[in-house]
């Protein structure tokens, strides 16, 4: 099921209304109960909710189940370091432990319930937790967190223990960080930083070690969410948490694995509508890398072509490599919102310029050729004989006096210019300690991104260490890519929460009149015939040729007639999936005689190859147009998801296909089409017309339309081919399979 960590929802659309729990917890849909208003035609619920984690991250008491002070005891540790955090949150600690009157000074208690005061968290440094959770349930504990391992992580039976562990504490109403969690979240952190924030969720807590020590680069963090295994509380609990916070410039997540699809995807969404960007590395590009994510967190990965899709669909920026989360996280919360998306490339050697130039077009940031009258005004300062279209060389000598900061200040002064990069590939004082420091005041009195790239290995050149890391307004880098990466994360991200509309807004609610049509016609458990399948479509609205299913070589002749000349004719029948490899196609039959001929040819091999037919369809043969792909099926996070591609021969060639995760609208649909790598054969090649794309984009519409109502009782849709024809004409789905649940 899809939902809620504490709710179960309906997916038949005919009852879309909670049932099993009966309702999401209170603060589930902004701080109230879910009524059916919140969920979509498929039961799913519209809104994601945020669990008020104030009291976690900001307790005022603690208890420590399991304290100890004894010397070489790994609780020892622990109970020293949360009691360190305790003072600097300004909470109350209470040790607990059943044989020890105190622990480091402070008084002990035996038990939860012996404790002087309700606590808002507890601690758990025991082995199972499980007998636990029912004693802070009966003492209203709001969180707790469990350290311990040997869950979901080891294998079934540490799955079987995990959901245990679930269970109760969904009866318990208390929320748990873990199990096999660790100290992160309790850490200390620098509060003498100022600007907006970046906010880490980890599910490997030494994942998160980079991104943490970026304080000492002079980068704000204001908490660390070290999920575990999530039992209960989940990354999109902190992600939906940390987009409402003030202080939260950036969200930068470690994924393993994604607990529950849909709750993620709800809470990018109320990211993506407040504008606070999510930056995640997620682990499972490849077979490797998602054995050894289930092994570490015993979850799913995912197809990575959905969650990679479904990411991109929802605005949040995937990277590969922890240097690329930090650069890219302390980037896009500080960066101010962009006044343009030009970028100028400026440097002290026209080498620098260049090479830098070229991968940042490569990567597609625009680099425009600044006007005659700005490289009239540069040319004040620096030589005639030097570029300063863009990159701008100015050859090194301007930067060592006033001429230096001249030069910035006007090219960020054009209106084209968004984004300043200064590539510095090695230290030259005195003049790269004062180009550094130029580039810094220039920071400072601009609203304007001002990047700089420290080329150096060494890393302690005071330009660099004190300088440019003491500045909060310049993204400092230490390689190229790492930039450009940045960079355009930044500006697509400002491009994507500009336009964004929440699909969630615009979902249905209640089944359209093709629902009650379409379900009609399901077999639960069977593979429909071609004829069947497309009487489904042709309830969602969806084209099909014309075509009649006769049982008799005299029916076809009758139904050629009728259809019109030259037609097609293929078997029909339930389970049959490849009629073209058994030859059960007959195409550009032009006469009463051949037609005869195929109805005998068609059934002979049917017998002979052991099918059941249901009858042979004779259909309209169309043949001006593109061939595409059009389907959905099940992934085990996302549920229904829907698929558009090149389609015919080339599905299985090139492998050419865009994935979205429904809801989704108009403008998303097109993206898809856009992500095609064969997009050109529908702009029209080689003197072809045009497709119609605006009816393509109605098909896969509609078959979303098809996902989100039918999702629980197909297992699988295939339009192959969808025959895409000239601009103005529509598109025909020629041929498609359907299985049901």
């Not at 490849?578 to 109805?599: F, M, N, P």
């Not at 792909?629 to 698929?643: C, N, R, S």
Request: glycine share 10%.
């Amino acid at each position: 099921m899809l939902g809620s960590t504490h709710g179960t929802f309906t997916t038949d659309p005919r009852r879309a209304h909670v049932v099993a729990c009966g309702e999401l917890p209170p603060n589930a849909v902004h701080g109230r109960a879910v009524t059916a208003d919140d969920l979509d035609v498929s039961g799913r619920p519209l809104y994601s909710g945020v669990p008020d984690l104030d009291r976690f991250f900001r307790p005022a008491s603690v208890a420590v189940v399991g304290a100890s002070d004894a010397e070489g005891r790994p609780n020892t540790g622990i109970t020293r370091q949360l009691i360190a955090w305790a003072e600097r949150v300004g909470a109350r600690l209470h040790p607990v432990h059943p044989t020890r009157p105190s622990v480091f000074g402070l008084t002990c208690f035996p038990s939860v319930a012996d404790l002087p005061e309700q606590v808002d968290l507890a601690v758990l440094l025991v082995g199972d937790p499980l007998p636990v959770i029912e004693q802070l349930a009966e003492e209203k504990v709001r969180f707790a967190v469990a350290f311990a391992s040997g869950f979901a992580e080891t294998g079934e039976e540490g799955a079987a223990a995990q959901e245990r562990l679930a269970a109760a504490v969904q009866r318990s109403g208390l929320r748990l960080l873990g199990p096999n969690t660790n100290l992160n979240a309790f850490e200390e952190f620098r509060e003498d930083l100022e600007g907006p924030a970046i906010a880490l969720i980890t599910q490997s807590g030494h994942q998160g070690r980079p991104v943490f020590t970026m304080q000492e680069l002079g980068v704000r963090l204001s908490h660390w969410a070290p999920t575990g295994n999530e039992a209960d509380l989940e990354t999109a609990d902190f992600i939906s948490y940390f987009a409402e916070r003030p202080e939260v410039g950036a969200i930068a997540c470690y994924v393993e694995g994604l607990k529950d699809g849909r709750a993620f995807l709800l809470a990018a969404d109320r990211a993506a509508r407040r504008g606070v960007p999510v930056v995640a590395v997620k682990v499972g590009r490849t077979e490797t890398g998602a054995r050894m994510a289930a092994s570490h967190t015993g979850k799913l990965t995912g197809a990575d072509t959905v969650v990679d899709a479904a990411m991109r669909q929802f605005g949040v920026i995937r990277v590969d490599g922890l240097d690329e989360l930090q650069d890219t996280a302390a980037c896009l919360a500080r960066a101010r919102k962009p006044k343009a998306d030009g970028v100028v490339v400026y440097s002290i050697s026209g080498g620098t310029g260049a090479h830098f130039s070229d991968l940042a077009a490569e990567a597609g940031l625009s680099l425009p050729t600044l006007s005659a009258a700005k490289q009239a005004e540069l040319h004040q300062w620096i030589p005639e004989y030097l570029n300063v279209a863009n990159p701008v060389d100015n050859g090194g000598h301007p930067v060592g006096d006033w001429r230096g900061r001249k030069i910035i200040d006007a090219i960020l002064d054009d209106p084209e210019v968004g984004v300043l990069i200064c590539p510095i590939t090695g230290p030259f004082p005195p003049m790269s300690d004062k180009l550094a420091q130029d580039l810094v005041d220039a920071a400072e009195q601009t609203d304007k991104l001002v990047c700089v790239v420290w080329g150096s290995p060494v890393g302690t050149e005071d330009a660099y260490r004190t300088t440019l890391l003491g500045s909060s307004r310049v993204a400092t880098f230490r390689t190229f890519a790492n930039c450009i990466t940045a960079v355009r994360a930044h500006l697509d991200h400002h491009r994507f929460t500009a336009h964004y509309r929440s699909p969630f807004d615009e979902a249905p609610r209640t089944p359209s009149p093709s629902f009650r049509k379409a379900q009609a016609l399901m077999r639960p458990g069977q593979q429909l015939s071609e004829h069947a399948a497309k009487q489904l479509l042709r309830a969602y609205g969806i084209r099909v040729p014309r075509e009649q299913l006769v049982t008799s070589a005299a029916a076809a002749v009758r139904a050629a007639g009728l259809v019109g000349y030259p037609v097609v004719m293929k078997a029909s029948g339930a389970q049959l999936a490849h009629k073209t490899e058994l030859g059960l196609v007959k195409i550009g039959l032009t006469s009463a005689s051949q037609v005869r001929d195929a109805y005998r040819e068609l059934t002979d091999i049917a017998r002979y190859e052991g099918v059941d037919l249901d009858g042979i369809l004779v259909c309209q043969m169309v043949e001006r147009g593109v061939e595409m792909v059009v389907g959905v099926t099940h992934d085990p996070l996302f549920g229904p998801t829907v698929t558009v591609g090149l389609g015919g021969v080339l599905v299985e060639v090139l492998r050419d296909a865009a994935v979205r995760v429904p809801p989704f609208g108009e403008d998303q649909a097109k993206a898809m089409l856009s992500e095609l790598r064969g997009r050109a054969l529908l702009d029209g090649v080689r003197g072809a017309a045009p497709a119609d794309i605006d009816a393509l984009v109605e098909v896969v519409l509609r078959v979303q339309r098809m996902a989100l109502e039918l999702g629980d009782d197909i297992a699988e849709l295939d339009i192959n081919p969808l025959m895409v024809l000239p601009r103005g004409q529509g598109a025909v789905a020629l041929d498609a399979l359907a299985v049901c649940r």
